[in-house]
């Protein structure tokens, strides 16, 4: 009986001993399932390789630094800025010595240019080296120039963009000024004729009055002439002086055709009359008949103040 009992015990020891798990087989559990996600990883960015630029740009729009979306704004909006009569004056002056300074570093270029030339042609192998030397001077001063001259010409085109974008938008406002002023013109006209209906006498002393307040009267012998002394400032620099006897609130006319002027050129005209001086800008027009340059003077980008000085001297 005990015997058998011993052979019982030595079976099921052999058969346990040949289903136990090893210890040191626990770590495929770990292998397999890092394996299996590793797996799902690399399906998943297989699958995203078509939306790649899709996805990148969302995550550039989510992620994304909110200054540099609010300064990447379009500047279309802005107000351009306004300027009066005098800074436009100053920025074209500004424009001319750049322009002046232009020339002058061109030239000082072009010499340069040639005396690098002149070395040249004069070298001889005992002075090899010190001409050598010059001619590196030389071609650094030449870079030096080359530098000078772009900076020169966008600072000239910067001064010009920004006039333009200053005339353009003051001739805007003028535009808008022009049209409320005839509006209102309108509206004075048609209570004048309202009036000249009704009593005619009173409309004959209303349009004696200002006709002498617009031409002057002498002592009792006849209407004479207002006369404004003008000194137009013309685009090369020149000065010329007149006396003009025909002004209106929008142009003038000159005695003759100022020289040196070309159709459609702003210049500034100085206007004295009793003591009061107008500084505005005036624009040169064109004669339809003999398609030169015409008398009549355009006033352009004028302020309201220096208009209602205008209206005043013309009875308008």
């Known amino acids: 009986m005990s015997g058998s009992r011993n052979q019982f015990s030595e079976l099921e020891d052999q058969y346990f001993e040949d289903h136990v798990e090893h210890a040191d087989e626990r770590w495929l559990i770990s292998y397999a399932d890092m394996m299996t996600l590793l797996f799902g990883l690399f399906v998943l960015l297989h699958s995203m390789a078509d939306q790649f630029e899709v996805i990148q740009q969302s995550a550039q729009k989510k992620f994304g630094n909110d200054s540099e979306m609010v300064g990447s704004s379009s500047p279309v909006s802005e107000k351009a800025p306004t300027f009066t009569a005098l800074e436009m004056q100053k920025a074209q002056k500004q424009i001319e010595e750049l322009t002046v300074k232009q020339i002058s570093l061109e030239v000082a270029l072009d010499t340069e240019r040639r005396k ?168 040169a027009t064109q004669d339809r008949r003999s398609g030169g340059v015409s008398r009549r003077l355009i006033f352009d980008l004028v302020s309201y103040s220096e208009q209602q000085v205008l209206n005043k001297w013309t009875g308008n």
């Open 116 to 283: 690098s030339a002149e070395l040249t042609k004069s070298l001889t192998p005992n002075g090899k080296s010190t001409l050598v030397e010059n001619a590196e001077a030389l071609e650094l001063q030449k870079k030096a120039l080359q530098v000078q001259l772009a900076e020169s010409k966008q600072a000239q085109d910067q001064l010009k963009a920004q006039l333009q974008r200053v005339t353009e938008s003051q001739v805007n406002e003028r535009a808008a000024s022009a049209a409320a002023s005839a509006a209102a013109s309108a509206v004075a006209a048609s209570a004048s004729a309202a009036a000249v209906a009704s009593a005619p006498a009173a409309s004959a002393s209303s349009v004696s009055a200002s006709t002498n307040q617009g031409t002057g009267t002498g002592n009792g012998d006849g209407p004479m002439l207002v006369k404004y002394n003008v000194t137009l400032t013309l685009p090369g620099g020149r000065k010329v002086d007149y006396v003009v006897n025909e002004l209106g609130p929008d142009s003038m006319n000159l005695p003759e055709v100022p020289p040196y002027v070309n159709s459609g050129e702003l210049f500034s005209a100085l206007i004295t009359k009793d003591g009061v001086t107008l500084n505005v800008m005036v624009r």
